[in-house]
């Protein structure tokens, strides 16, 4: 089963995220950023929902931070500011898409599904391209 980290400083927006995901997935949910970089190296997650306004370490200086070491996962940004600003800048950080809080579980699980597909499907590739060149 996939797993999927769940960043929030919300335990509120925490449990309604494990409510949707955890029919469909390993759900781990954490309060704080520092928090998930404790348990990262022990539990390497599919998937990051990272909000962005935290008060230990903001979600734009933890994606910097995530793909320094683990660019490999993917990060979605779940959050209550919805401008324009914020999604270009997440977007130019590498963020793979933007989920607003609240969010509506059908949409989440949706976007998590196509995402963990593409990812899928370029992990499936570059295997092929790795026996071609072989």
């Not at 993917?74 to 609240?102: Q, S, Y």
């Not at 949409?107 to 995402?115: A, E, F, H, N, W």
Request: charged share 30%.
């Amino acid at each position: 089963m996939k797993k999927i980290f769940v960043v929030d400083d919300s335990s509120t927006n925490l449990m309604a995220a494990e409510d949707v995901l955890s029919e469909h997935y390993d759900v781990f949910t954490m309060l704080s950023v520092t928090i998930m970089f404790d348990i990262i190296d022990k539990v390497t997650p599919d998937l990051i929902l990272l909000d962005i306004m935290m008060p230990d370490i903001d979600g734009f200086e933890a994606l910097k931070m995530i793909q320094e070491k683990y660019k490999e996962i993917p990060v979605m940004f779940l959050t209550g500011r919805n401008d324009p600003e914020t999604e270009a800048r997440g977007f130019e950080m590498g963020v793979v898409d933007f989920i607003t809080k609240p969010f509506f579980g059908p949409v989440l699980l949706g976007r998590i599904k196509k995402q963990l597909q593409i990812e899928d499907t370029i992990r499936e590739l570059k295997n092929k391209l790795k026996e071609v060149s072989e």
